[in-house]
């Protein structure tokens, strides 16, 4: 099977370009526009230039909504009944076999598979009998197949055959509600069957491999409508959203529609479960009834979404129901309602579109989501639901004898079928809600009809005429939001009409919201839109402002005058209100301020608010954007020293300490160094200059804290600063404020650091030399080691006691402290002539004897005073030489146990035996020159040698064999030459002395008991070269 493509080109509209889109920065692109595609609903507006935009209606491209296509699909004999649902088609065919048998056949067609045809036999018991109908459930699986004389198939999707439902005898099914399975593939679940006598059925059908098992579980009539007489034409049920126990249910005859709504008993065994339901209705039903029958009737439901995976539909939104005035079109609303309430709503006739003199009623009947479909005799119609306009209209091609049959709708997939006698057509729908936005935009259904636009085109239409209308009826709040997303219509058109309108309010919001709406590129239209609604906000502040200052003078002429109290009471009220619009203009100012700070241009921002004497705004807006600066600036030029100290305090950049610090400490020293102190992360260093403007301003000021030395002491002590800048600068502080009689601070600092001074020294004493602090300058002395000037300088002001102090300091230097001492000594006894003091310190140090400070004594000085330091001298002394005596007694003991060792050396001997063996070679040792050790270990001098060099260092191995080299040069010079008179020639004594030198180095130690056994400990017992595989093997 085939369908016809069909395409077309997409038409343009071009509308009006606005001055605001002229406007085009230096970075920008191209002009471009929109230009509508074609693709379908999902489709979006592609930019060509701005302001322009397509107005086409967008469809895929540009198909008739509706085409009635012939399907290519040969079969024998002629078509009597048709079903398709979940894209599954079921044709039951009748045809004339071999010798004139009656042939039936069901056809089973996937069409979304191609020739996936499956043609199945179906053998009814009378000969005369026919296939009347067929019915399919929603998931394609389950089909019935019903004959004119009453008997009912059932054919599974497995099944290569149907099987007969012996319980349906005599029953002819009209129609069939289908129920929503868990699992459609094993059960249909619950259904209602309507039969022609008026009848309703409930079964559940479960398809079964044996053979012998009913496929019905049960099957029970449990209602009849009215009196039997007119067939069940359309049956639905659906369970209420609220309870699982409720249900709806909804059936027609050709001249009633009755509509149920109950509980239903649980499922038990073979109970029907809706029998408990209809038991409500046995004497009272509710239905709608028409006055005539003209025989052909059906029911018809639209969902708005299906589940194509499971074959199922959500609940239905509406319903139609063909009768002999027309069909009944209404919605379906399922909620709490009781037994005997209704749920249709909204309910209409639409009388069929006949044709002009042709008073035949259709034959079958459809509905799509927007539109009906009514089939005649010899053509179709189609009907918009929404305006009643007759939107397509096609004969049908009929050839002889070939006559319509019906209409089959799936459901599922929103296809509908044509069937005749003879062929098969289907009604193509293609994008039938093209034009239901442009419907619901002519009535003024603004919602609906942007739920039904799917291009921005369309779009944009419906919001410009929403605007449009709201303006005519002067909603101009309303009409601003929407006219802010219209592309359409001018920028200045849409300001004109608020201006023309004095609409100050409306055309705020209408800037607002447009300014929001432009993308991010259009930088110049942003900034222009910015400056205009800032220039408005600050009016109505200003306005708000002149309310409020005439009503504050209304209000005090009302006092002086002496008016009534109710005439007052009103004017506070109006200022009241006043003020709170004040406020709120405020907040529309705040708020705009701070969503927009990165499209605002902030010089141009400065500008207005300054050229309105703004300036609580201006702080506000330099405050949003950091410019701290400038708000600092603002309140020293006010003089507001307090607020711009909280505002440098408020912001994060410690460069506006450094900057206006100088000033403030000079106003305000006791904030501005808190503020210093709060924030540990400034560098004292930076505030020197501050703290030195400070010093100048406080020059004269006597009776309160340094605030400078405040400062610097926590720096100090509490961060630990130690830069030289800032200890120098205190330092000079105290120096400044210290004097002779009051140095107390100053050597505080001096001494607090525990020898870490991070001040200059050396200026630190030129400080206190020229202003003749001596404490200081003692303190300073000792510091740089100048002991000697620091006690001559105590001596001076004559403090022992510190004099004595750094006396002691030199302690690896005992002859510089024994000076110090003999001058704090001296000074005693020649400066105050105190004896006593005198031998005080010669107590105190060790280093000074009586004898020392005699020649300081006077020559008549009486010796009572220190007769006992003189005995205590001597006794001394005389300890000291006993001492001396035992010394040397010891040292001549020494001597001459040394002298006794010596003699014994000399004659020290060690025994070789005859056998005696070299440790090294094993070869008897007496064979050669060899060396003998005290632990009787014996070496052949080569052997001893050679050992030596290996493991003695690569310079005392190359020594030994230059050493041996020259013995042997020696001794073969001295054979050559005999000399056997006078003293031992110079050879031989050079001889002796090589020989010692190499004894020295080869016979040092026993190879087994000195160092060199010990050095070995790491090498292996076997070395590498002597390792082989064979010598492990045992």
Known sequence: MSRPAQDSSPSLTLLPMSLLDELEDTAALPPVAYLQQAPGPSSMATPIEPGYVSTAISSPGNLPMFTLDNVQFQFAGSLKALAVSNNLLAMATQSTGAGGSVVHKVYRIDLGQDNAVEEIEVQLKLKTDSIRKLFLDPAGKHLLIASDAGECLYLYERWKKPRLLSRFKNILVEC????????????????????????????????????????????????????????????????????????????????????????????????????????????????????TDF???????????????????????????????????????????????TFSTNTQLIPYPLRAGNDDPPICFAMTEFHFIFLFKTFVKCLCRL???????????????????????????????????????ELIVSDEDRNVWKMYLDKRNFDTAMSHAKTDAQRDEIVSRQAEYYFSQDRF???????????????????????????????????????????????????????????????????????IDSLNSKIADIRDGGAEPAALEEWSLKLARAMEEADMATDDFKAFVKSNIARIDVSVAY??????????????????????????????????WLNALT?????????????????????????TVNAWIRHPDLSPKKLIPSLIKYESAKAGSQGTVNQAVRYLRYAVETLGETDTTVHNYLLSLYHKYASVDNEYDLLEFLRA????????????????????????????????????????????????????????????DDSLRRVLWLKIARHTVEEKQDIKTAMEVLRQCS??????????????????????????????????????????????????????????????????????????????????????????????????????????SAGRAKQIQQLQESLTQELTIHQRVDRRQGNAPPSKLKQKALRRQLDEYVAAQCLLCGDYMIKTIDDPLVSSAEASADSWEI
């Not at 440098?648 to 300490?657: E, K, V």
């Not at 300058?777 to 080691?785: P, R």
């Open 295 to 341: 025989g052909y009737s059906c029911l018809n439901f639209h969902s708005q979404y299906t589940d194509r995976d499971s074959g199922t539909q959500s609940v239905p939104k509406s319903f139609g129901w063909s009768s002999a005035p027309g069909v009944l079109y209404g919605n379906l609303v399922f909620g709490n309602q009781n037994v005997g309430d």
């Open 176 to 291: 069939i509600a289908w129920g929503k399975p868990r699992n459609p593939d094993i059960t249909t679940g619950p259904i209602l069957i309507g039969s022609r006598q008026g009848h309703i059925f409930e079964t559940e059908l479960t398809p079964s491999d044996e053979y012998f098992r009913k496929e019905e579980r049960y099957l029970k009539q449990i209602y009849t409508l009215g009196d039997g007489s007119h067939p069940v034409v359309g049956l639905r049920f659906e369970k209420s959203p609220a309870s699982d126990k409720k249900y709806f249910v909804i059936a027609a005859t050709s001249n009633r529609l009755y509509q149920f709504v109950g509980d239903i008993l649980e499922m038990q065994g073979d109970t029907p479960m809706f029998e408990a339901l209809f038991r409500y209705y046995d004497l009272n039903a509710e239905y709608h009834e028409v006055p």
């Open 607 to 640: 500008d207005i608010m300054i050229s309105h004497g703004r300036d609580v705004e201006l702080l506000y807006f330099a405050e949003l954007i950091g410019d701290h600066d400038r708000v600092v600036t603002h309140w020293i030029q006010e003089r507001q």
């Open 647 to 671: 505002a440098i305090n408020n912001q994060p950049n410690l460069d506006l300490y450094y900057k206006f610090s100088p000033i403030l400490i000079e106003h305000v020293p006791v904030d």
């Open 387 to 425: 305006n009643n306009e007759v939107v397509f209209e096609e004969e049908i091609a009929l050839r002889q004898g070939e006559n319509v049959v019906g209409l089959a709708i799936d459901l599922i997939k929103n296809t509908y079928w044509i069937y005749t006698n003879l062929s098969l057509l």
């Open 753 to 812: 650091l525990h020898g870490e001074r991070h001040y200059d020294l050396q200026y630190a004493l030129r400080l206190c030399n020229q202003k003749g602090l001596p404490l200081s300058t003692i303190e300073l002395y000792g510091a740089l080691g100048l002991h000697e000037l620091a006690v001559d300088k105590a001596l001076q002001i004559h403090d022992i006691d510190l004099a004595r102090i750094h006396a002691d300091k030199p302690e690896d």
């Open 847 to 952: 280093l000074l004897k009586i004898e020392d400070i005699l020649p300081f004594f006077p020559d008549f000085a009486v010796i009572d005073d220190f007769k006992e330091e003189i005995c205590n001298a001597l006794e001394e002394y005389n300890t000291h030489i006993d001492e001396l005596k035992g010394q040397i007694t010891e040292a001549t003991k020494s001597s001459d146990n040394i002298r006794e060792d010596i003699r014994g050396l000399r004659s020290r001997r060690v025994v070789i035996a005859a056998n005696q063996t070299c440790q090294v070679c094993k070869s008897p040792v007496l064979s050669r020159h060899f060396y003998a050790f005290q632990c009787k270990h014996c070496y052949h001098a080569d052997c001893l040698m050679n050992e030596v060099i290996k493991q003695a």
């Open 477 to 547: 709040q309303l009409s601003a939001t929407y006219f802010a997303k219209s592309i359409s219509i001018p920028f200045e058109t849409i300001a004109l009409k608020f201006v023309s309108k004095n609409q100050r309010g409306p055309l705020k919001k209408y800037l607002i919201e447009k300014l929001a709406s432009l993308s991010p590129q259009s930088t110049t239209q942003q900034t222009l839109l910015c400056c205009w609604v800032l220039e408005m906000l600050i009016g109505d502040l200003n306005t708000s402002q002149n309310d």
